[in-house]
């Protein structure tokens, strides 16, 4: 009875307590293929420059190679990462703002490009019960582009 008491008073107090964002990434990769049916798809290979709040923060060179299709979401590896943790200065309190160009070697080919994002939390999952869950440690966001 005091178990399942504890258990009750913990999924109370859960949602009064707030997670604090303690890290945001980034993954951009522009590629060719289908990540729906394939388990691999290429990059396509140019220059990303990455702004934040219109600073340029950082270039760099994307290469062609083949990189792995993950999980049920079909995320795809990515081939610029940028955590905003290492920024340092950059990033201010409050609102910022991410620009990510990216200029291919190629311009008259066809690609498609997936953005995504993640929030890290300072919480953790933990397993209450068989089949209760107590708080996502990651929320996780995308954008697919295609260059038309």
Do not use: C
């Not at 290492?86 to 311009?107: H, L, M, Q, Y």
Request: aromatic share 8%; glycine share 4%.
């Amino acid at each position: 009875m005091r178990k399942l008491a504890g258990i009750l008073l913990f999924l109370l107090l859960v949602p009064l307590t707030r997670a604090a964002v303690i890290n945001v990434e980034f993954k951009f990769t522009p590629f060719v293929g289908n990540p729906a049916k394939d388990e691999k798809v290429k990059t396509v290979p140019g220059k990303t420059s990455i702004f934040i709040n219109n600073i340029p923060f950082a270039e760099q060179e994307v290469n062609e190679d083949e990189v792995p299709v993950l999980f049920e979401e079909h995320e795809i590896a990515p081939a610029v990462w940028i955590p905003i943790s290492s920024v340092g200065p950059v990033v201010r309190k409050g609102t910022n703002k991410i620009r990510i160009e990216f200029t291919p070697n190629d311009a008259a080919k066809r690609y498609r490009a997936q953005l995504r994002w993640a929030s890290v939390m300072d919480t953790a999952t933990e397993e209450v019960e068989p089949g209760v869950v107590a708080r996502p440690t990651r929320r996780t966001r995308e954008w697919t582009i295609a260059k038309t």
